[in-house]
């Protein structure tokens, strides 16, 4: 079993940066796969990034690239997700999500993810 709390939201004006934290309970954080999703209002839960157990592969979508960028940390297990350049459309609930796979794919479908936080809630204003 893994708990995963994020914390980090907030209310940013456009342009601006977060940082995301999604800390893993548990000793074997490493042979996870993580992932985060979000959900804006009105809308459905949506891949934004995921990385992989073994050997850091990231995957992200087109509207985050090269404005977001997930890491982790296994001596703390704890997953990141730096948020720079932001926009109103960005606003959503951040969820993260872990799935246990040691090996190198990313998982991007949250129907393979076993595990969820609570989620934090990002709020960009225009």
């Known amino acids: 079993q893994v708990q995963l709390v994020e914390s980090g939201g907030g209310l940013v004006q456009a342009g601006g940066s977060l940082r995301l934290s999604c800390a893993a309970s548990?000793?074997?954080?490493?042979?996870?796969?993580m992932g985060w999703f979000r959900q804006a209002p009105g809308k459905e839960r949506e891949f934004v990034t995921a990385?992989?157990?073994?050997?850091?592969?990231?995957r992200y979508i087109d509207s985050v690239k090269g404005r977001f960028a997930i890491s982790r940390d296994n001596a703390k297990n704890t997953l990141y997700l730096q948020m720079n350049s932001l926009k109103p459309e960005d606003t959503a609930v951040y969820y993260c999500?872990?799935?246990?796979?040691?090996?190198?794919?990313?998982?991007?479908?949250?129907?393979?993810?076993?595990?969820w936080g609570q989620g934090t809630q990002v709020t960009v204003s225009s």
């Open positions: 999500a872990a799935r246990f796979a040691p090996n190198i794919v990313v998982v991007t479908s949250q129907r393979e993810y076993d595990y």
């Open positions: 548990g000793r074997t954080f490493s042979m996870y796969g």
């Open positions: 990385i992989s157990a073994i050997g850091g592969s990231t």
